[in-house]
């Protein structure tokens, strides 16, 4: 499981669309400030057996994920302990906890600065291969 912490963080910052197609999600309940989903594999892709999210009802940013193998052991949990408003309406998670299946931290992510749109070459961001075939 060393190796869990720093897979849920590659996973949490690359999105959720891949989850969209290897997984349904029922929501289990929308008490208090936030909403609690639950995520099934239904592909043979799906990289966990069970996904439970925990969501600000507000902001919709994760607080919590936790991350079971197909035979329903926990890997690892996620937390998301800060969240900025950058803007008028992107919020961005600034402080990131793994903890391995004992309850133990792992690793911890935190962003000192956020910024967005801060006026980049957007040329920067084509990738090689879509540049050659313009």
């Known amino acids: 499981t060393a190796e869990q912490p720093w897979l849920v963080f590659r996973q949490y910052l690359?999105?959720?669309q891949d989850?969209?197609?290897d997984?349904?999600?029922e929501l289990l309940s929308a008490e208090g400030d936030e909403y609690h989903l639950q995520g099934t594999a239904v592909t043979d892709d799906a990289v966990y057996g069970?996904?439970?999210?925990w969501v600000d009802s507000q902001t919709f940013v994760p607080n919590r994920r936790s991350l079971y193998d197909v035979d329903d052991n926990l890997l690892?949990?996620?937390r998301i302990l800060e969240?900025?408003?950058i803007g008028e309406s992107l919020y961005m998670a600034r402080t990131l906890e793994t903890y391995d299946e004992?309850?133990?931290l792992r690793s911890a992510i935190h962003?000192?600065?956020i910024m967005v749109n801060s006026g980049l070459d957007p040329e920067l961001f084509v990738r090689e291969e879509e540049a050659a075939d313009e």
């Open 14 to 16: 690359r999105g959720v």
């Open 19 to 21: 989850e969209f197609d």
């Open 23 to 25: 997984y349904d999600f």
């Open 50 to 53: 069970r996904i439970d999210l």
């Open 76 to 78: 690892v949990e996620l």
């Open 83 to 85: 969240v900025e408003l």
């Open 102 to 104: 004992t309850g133990e």
């Open 111 to 113: 962003y000192d600065s």
